[in-house]
């Protein structure tokens, strides 16, 4: 290699006393000047003005043989080779006054043989060329001045072939050509560039892993990541694309981004932040794919109310839980229209995969499904109604609102005449179910149907009167004024077959009952609306007796405010600027069990008195806790609610007006609500016959809150989503199309991912 020619030689010449001056700016100046001195004096000396650089050519194509002029001409240097330039142009200068010479040297290859010229005279004008070598053409030169000479001039010399400054610049700009910067390159180049580093770290890991694992082990490279001037950066996957993993992984952000309510704009900013991140429209193509194809699997229809729910009827005056009037005015828009999705076709999407789990069981071809509805206000009246179904079987789901599934969806009144029409598909189904039952998975499933709901959606649907009507009972038919009877043991005892044939006979039922196909005693109360309304009241209740008493004043006010604020229950009270009466906030679930499990009614009534309402109050906690408690004894329950309603209800002893002989009860029969009949005289039996799920399996508070969070969620979102309002679709069709969605996640569990264990070193 010339570098190590050029080492050696230098060393050389120190040890001969030879110095070699090569005083050159090449490549600013192509004037160069070449001495040889020996103790200090110049022994040649050669000028040289470079006119064409020339290039090395490529090593690899050319037999080294051509490529390498050897020296050997003087044996006080080492023997030395130069690597030959193609395309090269010098004039050489030498010698004093009248023997003072300049040639022309050129150097060309022509097919892979180095063409060495010396061109001379006073135009050039004479040529000498040798295909052997530099030291030939000069050798050759020599002759033709003076035949028969024996001068030698030094070939490479005349050549300017050992010019450090002109090789140095040769192979800089060689290396250059051969990798550009970055900077310089295309993007295409750039990937190859990429693809070639990480296939040379493939082939090195090979051996690396050697010394570090095990033989056993198998080590697999998956990509390489890293940076080109901090700028482009590289991720190089090994192999062919895992089709299965991709998939997978694609429809695990699916489904985080559906559940997860992730706009297209946020994922899109998640993706551009981490790479590994699929891109949005491959996230939404494949949400399309699913909801499309479960789409065809569990149907859709959309059912035009005709009319039947006006708007005119709903414009009341009552207070929506949801003050958004976007939400509002989406239900607005959009109501008259109901959607539909049939309940057989859920059935037979899941019933395999209930089988497959062993939820369901060949030995008990039962199948316990369990109806539900819910009333969401949306705006003045407008309601976002919900029908659900759930399979009591998978017992460990009771809880889950995704296993509830969603059937009929309409923003609208929660009236007889809207439900009646909507529901008549879903009723037919049900009957049908009941009556034919279903096959599925090759078997033929028998239904047992229950109902849960609040009272108000349970009463229309049994065609029921309303709550506050004398015969109110869904189950028996006490009326209201027999609340203080209690000698009255009522029991389940309504006949859903005698309604269904003539309602007009059963007190209380002003329309033919809905649904007909579910018997009474299926008909379960929802456990945690009857806590709800229960504490209501008995609150009210003693804020009714302090007004009574006139000591709803500031001062009292303030002492309930504060022991709210102990038990970390946010509360107050403001004044109806309108009809000046005292509201107060109504309280969440868990607020309203610490208020009735832990308020200090000794701040309010004298200790006797506080510790009546606190046992009445501790007794009512009891028996709500009861009900939800499987094991408990229905006949003991029986008598716990009857104890507690006599407790309720006791009476005043002595004469008002003789304080020493007057002991003051508590509540009269009128202040018995429909709940309080229905936990008394109902939950016990309703818990005997139902033990096998328990009366929490029929808690509607998975429904709620599924209801609540898709009323929140897709009634903002679509009309977010904007557009055309024509095209768009509406929110009751984006819910049922989310749950198809939920239901495929559900059905068909994706295997988890597998966790990366990041490390680093500094
Ligand atoms: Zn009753």
Redesign the pocket.
């Known amino acids: 290699m010339p570098s190590n020619a050029e080492d050696s030689s230098d060393q050389e010449n120190v040890e001969n006393k030879i110095q070699i001056e090569e005083d050159s700016t090449y490549p600013l100046d192509n004037n160069i000047t070449y001495r040889e001195r020996m103790n200090k004096i110049t022994k040649r000396s050669f000028n040289y003005i470079i006119i064409k650089e020339g290039v090395y050519p490529n090593g690899i194509v050319l037999n080294k043989k051509n490529i390498l002029e050897t020296s050997n001409e003087s044996n006080k240097f080492q023997k030395k080779t130069y690597k030959i330039p193609h395309g090269y142009v010098v004039k050489t200068t030498w010698g004093r006054a009248a023997k003072k010479r300049t040639v022309c040297c050129e150097i060309d290859y022509i097919n892979a043989i180095p063409q060495f010229r010396i061109k001379y005279g006073s135009n050039f004008q004479h040529v000498i060329s040798s295909t052997k070598s530099a030291t030939d053409a000069a050798i050759k030169y020599e002759r033709s001045l003076k035949p028969g000479t024996k001068a030698k001039i030094s070939g490479p010399i005349l050549f300017g072939l050992q010019l450090d400054s002109v090789r140095k610049a040769r192979e800089s700009r060689k290396r250059g050509n051969l990798i550009k910067p970055a900077i310089n390159c295309t993007p295409s180049t750039l990937e190859k560039r990429a693809k070639k580093l990480a296939t040379k770290i493939q082939s090195n890991i090979k051996n690396d892993v050697k010394g570090v694992y095990h033989q056993s082990d198998q080590v697999i490279l998956n990509n390489i990541e890293f940076s080109v001037n901090k700028k482009d950066c590289f991720q190089v996957n090994y192999g062919p694309e895992n089709e299965i993993n991709k998939t997978h992984k694609l429809r695990s952000v699916v489904k985080a981004v559906d559940q997860g309510q992730i706009s297209r704009e946020s994922y899109r900013e998640l993706a551009a932040v981490e790479a590994n991140l699929p891109r949005e429209n491959s996230v939404s193509n494949e949400r399309i794919a699913i909801t499309d194809n479960m789409n065809q699997l569990i149907k859709i229809s959309l059912v035009d109310m005709n009319g039947r729910d006006k708007l005119e009827e709903a414009l009341g005056s009552d207070e929506s839980e949801f003050r958004n009037p976007e939400i509002t005015q989406e239900a607005i828009d959009i109501m008259g229209i109901g959607i539909y999705r049939s309940i057989k076709d859920i059935l037979n999407y899941i019933i395999p995969y209930l089988k497959e789990k062993k939820v369901l069981r060949l030995s008990d071809t039962t199948i316990h499904l369990r109806i539900s509805g819910d009333g969401r206000n949306v705006g003045r009246k407008i309601k976002h109604v919900m029908l659900t179904f759930m399979i009591l079987n998978h017992k460990e789901r009771h809880h889950h609102a995704d296993y509830h599934y969603t059937t009929v969806l309409y923003p609208g009144t929660e009236n007889y005449n809207t439900l009646e029409f909507i529901l008549n598909p879903f009723l037919n189904e049900l009957r049908s179910l009941k009556e034919n039952g279903l096959e599925a998975a090759g078997i033929l499933w028998n239904f047992e149907l229950y109902f849960s709901s609040d009272w108000k959606f349970l009463a229309i649907c049994l065609g029921l009167n309303g709550p506050t009507s004398n015969f ?7 009326s209201k004024h027999q609340h203080g009877d209690l000698s009255k043991d ?4 309504k006949n859903m077959e005698q309604i269904a044939t003539r309602y007009e006979d059963v007190n209380g039922h002003i329309h033919p009952p809905l649904i007909d196909m579910i018997a009474i005693n299926h008909i379960i109360f929802d456990e945690l609306h009857v806590f709800l309304r229960i504490t209501d009241r008995l609150w009210e209740l003693v804020l009714a007796e302090i007004k009574e008493r006139d000591l709803f004043n500031n001062l009292t006010r303030e002492v309930i405010m504060k022991e709210m604020q102990q038990l970390k229950v946010s509360f107050c009270f403001w004044e109806n600027k309108e009809s000046h009466n005292w509201e107060y906030t109504s309280l969440m679930g868990d607020d309203k069990e610490k208020v009735l499990r832990f308020f200090n009614l000794k701040l309010l009534f004298r200790p006797s008195r506080a510790q009546l309402i606190r046992n009445l109050w501790d007794q009512f906690y009891q028996i709500y806790c009861a009900i939800r408690d499987n094991t408990t004894d229905p006949g003991q329950l029986k008598i716990q609610a009857i104890d507690w309603l006599s407790l309720f209800l006791t009476p005043s002893q002595g004469d008002p007006n003789d304080p020493r002989t007057f002991i003051q009860g508590l509540y009269l029969p009128s202040h018995v609500t ?1 709940y309080i ?2 936990l008394v ?2 939950g016990w039996e309703l818990l005997e016959k139902h033990k096998r799920w328990g009366l929490k399996a029929f808690s509607c508070s998975a429904v709620e809150k599924k209801n609540h969070n898709q009323v929140s969620t897709f009634f903002r979102k679509t009309l977010k989503n904007g557009g055309n309002p024509l095209k768009r679709k509406s929110a009751i069709q984006e819910i049922i199309e989310y749950e198809n969605r939920t239901l495929y996640f559900t059905y068909n569990p994706l295997p988890e991912s597998k966790k990366i264990k990041k490390l680093r070193i500094k």
């Open positions: 109110f009972c869904p189950w028996c038919s006490c009522w029991r389940i005892e429909p009949h229905a005289y109902h």
